[in-house]
Structures are given as structure tokens and as C-alpha cells.
């Protein structure tokens, strides 16, 4: 069954740290992966996209993930977290047809 | 500017009513979707609709209903047969349909009187 995984609720960084939210997927073939992040109220914002090709994807915001298959991992990192990175984040990926199946999502909060 | 748009921001329904959810976009995009955000559990897929005067039931269609009769206007209405309906209501588009990236709507929040 095709599925996504995001191991952690919730997950609390101070400002400046650095940070790396899991996401794990079961699926057949190579799928097509995403990272949205949605702030409270609003809709979701495309963070970055694997296709094919370099395992390692740069996104917008500083944000990067790297595509490991044999772990079939998608996990997303930033360097130094901002606190107005805190916000909720989902890993989704396209399955046969176009439509995307999401994980439950990672709250992210920021400690100044 | 290029977007999805969802109106209205807040919908509040009586029941037995039925209420109907507006998305629009002006991307020129061949699919759609209508998504259900719960606390908890992520986004579930309603219905989706991949050319005008077509669409297929996703994962919790029951309840719902939706009609694509111009490229640019999916509205979704939440019927009486749906009776756990509060929840935040995210319209998405994307090119083709054929897994390339989905772009979200702001949403409508749902809240039963």
C-alpha cells in the first residue's frame, strides 16, 4: 500500500539550530516527492519537489531534502532555523492518477 | 497575479443544509482537487477532476458532491449526508494531473451551528 510516514508530531528547535524533519514512504516504483509547509489558518506552500535525478533537492527558504531510496526516506533540513520557520510541514507524495497522499504532518516550533 | 482563490474564508452550516465551497483559478491548469484537513490527520483527498466535465471520487467522497463545468470553477458542496462536516476544505490545482506539483488555495473553514 502506497503510504507516508512522519515519524514526529511535534518537534521544538531553538533559533539557530539546525533541523531535519523525517519522512518516510511506501511505494512501489520511484515516486514523486513533496515538502509543503502550511502557517496556521492558511493553505500550503510548496517547499520543494523531487522528481528524478540529483538526490539531494534545494528548495525555497533554505530549506533542502535528500531522497534516499534504500531507506525510502525523504527527510527535510535546514541549517539554521528561523522563528518564522515555525509552522506545519507535510511530506506528500504523487501516486498513479496525480493524487498526492500526505503524512500527518510535523508542527514545528521555534524557542528564541 | 496567477492563483487559486477559495471563498468564503468561514462557512458556517446549519443542519440538514447543504453548503457549497467556491475555488477558482486562473492558472490555466487542466486538474483539480478537493481536499479535508483534521487535526491529526493530514489531508484526505474528497474528489479530484483531471478535464472539464469529468471527475472521480477520492478517499472520502461520501457526503460530498462536485461539478467541473468550466476549466477554471471546481465547487464542492458538502451535503446533509455529511455528518461530521467541520473541517478546513483546501482546494489544489496542478497541470495535468499526472503527479506534477499541486498548488493550494488559502481554504475554507467549515464549523456546523
Known amino acids: 500500500a502506497q503510504s507516508v510516514t512522519q515519524p514526529d508530531i511535534h518537534i521544538t528547535v531553538s533559533e539557530g539550530a539546525s533541523l531535519e524533519l523525517r519522512c518516510n514512504y511506501s511505494y512501489g516504483a520511484t515516486p514523486y516527492l513533496f515538502w509543503y509547509v502550511q502557517s496556521p489558518g492558511q493553505g500550503l506552500q510548496l517547499l520543494l519537489k523531487?522528481?528524478?535525478?540529483?538526490?539531494l533537492v534545494q528548495g525555497i527558504k533554505g530549506f533542502e531534502a535528500e531522497f534516499k531510496r534504500s531507506q525510502s526516506s525523504f527527510n527535510l533540513r535546514k541549517p539554521s532555523v528561523h522563528w518564522s520557520d515555525a509552522a506545519e510541514y507535510f511530506c506528500a507524495l504523487s501516486s498513479q492518477g496525480g493524487k498526492l497522499i500526505f503524512g500527518q504532518g510535523t508542527e514545528l516550533s521555534v524557542k528564541p | 497575479d496567477g492563483g487559486i482563490t477559495q471563498s468564503p474564508k468561514y462557512l458556517f452550516r446549519k443542519e440538514g443544509q447543504n453548503v457549497t465551497l467556491s475555488c477558482e483559478q486562473n492558472?490555466?491548469?487542466?486538474?483539480m482537487y478537493w481536499y479535508r484537513q483534521d487535526p491529526g490527520q493530514g489531508l484526505r483527498l474528497i474528489y479530484y477532476s483531471q478535464i472539464v466535465n469529468d471527475f472521480q471520487k477520492g478517499d472520502i467522497a461520501e457526503g460530498y458532491s462536485v461539478s467541473r463545468e468550466k476549466k477554471e470553477s471546481f465547487p464542492l458542496t458538502v451535503t446533509s449526508a455529511q455528518k461530521n462536516p467541520t473541517a478546513f476544505y483546501l482546494c489544489a490545482s496542478s497541470i495535468s494531473g499526472r503527479g506534477e506539483t499541486q498548488y493550494f488555495g488559502p481554504g475554507t473553514r467549515l464549523l456546523v451551528l
Open positions: 523531487y522528481f528524478s535525478g540529483d538526490t
Open positions: 492558472l490555466n491548469h487542466d486538474a
